[in-house]
């Protein structure tokens, strides 16, 4: 073959090469749109079972979903509801002793952002806390489809996670 020839032939492998990630970066996003409700915030089981609203939350907004867990009534808002891959979403968790009803200001908040099913890179917004219970912060969902929010708890040398499913 002529060094000619092997050049041609590298640059038809290459095109090939870029249409076929093309095509599976394609179906990667189709298949993380496929199905999703957008919004529907609710909480869920690590394994993405939903989970019963606690008889004492009432009637919830929206763009606000609570569970109880541990001994914590753990409810999330986001803002702008529902969230786009396009700019921040904040996020409001509120602590409550789930007994007393009390609010629970001394705990340390992470937040661990995923897409079940698909490998995303790592989206860990920590949270500051504020006044009264609530902690605050700011992230950004970075496609459309379905995603889990972990919402990592430390408080007394103790950990839990909580989760809410929400679709872009
Ligand atoms: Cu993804």
């Known amino acids: 073959m002529t060094k000619k020839l092997v050049g041609v032939v590298f640059i038809v492998l290459l095109v090939f090469a870029a249409a076929a990630f093309m095509m599976m970066r394609r179906s990667h996003m189709m298949g993380a749109m496929a199905q999703v409700k957008v919004g529907d915030l609710h909480a869920v089981t690590a394994s993405g079972t939903p989970m019963p609203v606690p008889a004492s939350a009432g009637e919830l907004p929206e763009n606000t979903a609570i569970q109880e867990s541990g001994g914590l009534l753990v409810s999330l808002a986001l803002n702008p509801y529902?969230?786009?891959?396009?700019?921040s979403t904040d996020f409001d968790v509120t602590l409550a002793d789930a007994a007393t009803g009390q609010p629970i200001a001394d705990a340390a908040i992470s937040l661990d952002l995923t897409m079940p099913g698909m490998?995303?890179?790592?989206n860990k917004p920590v949270m500051e806390p504020g006044q009264a219970g609530k902690y605050h912060a700011s992230g950004l969902f970075t496609m459309r489809g379905l995603w889990r929010i972990e919402v990592i708890i430390t408080r007394a040398g103790q950990t839990q996670s909580v989760f809410f499913d929400v679709g872009l």
């Not at 529902?82 to 700019?87: L, N, V």
């Not at 490998?119 to 790592?122: A, D, E, K, R, T």
């Open 82 to 87: 529902p969230p786009t891959g396009s700019k």
């Open 119 to 122: 490998y995303m890179p790592p």
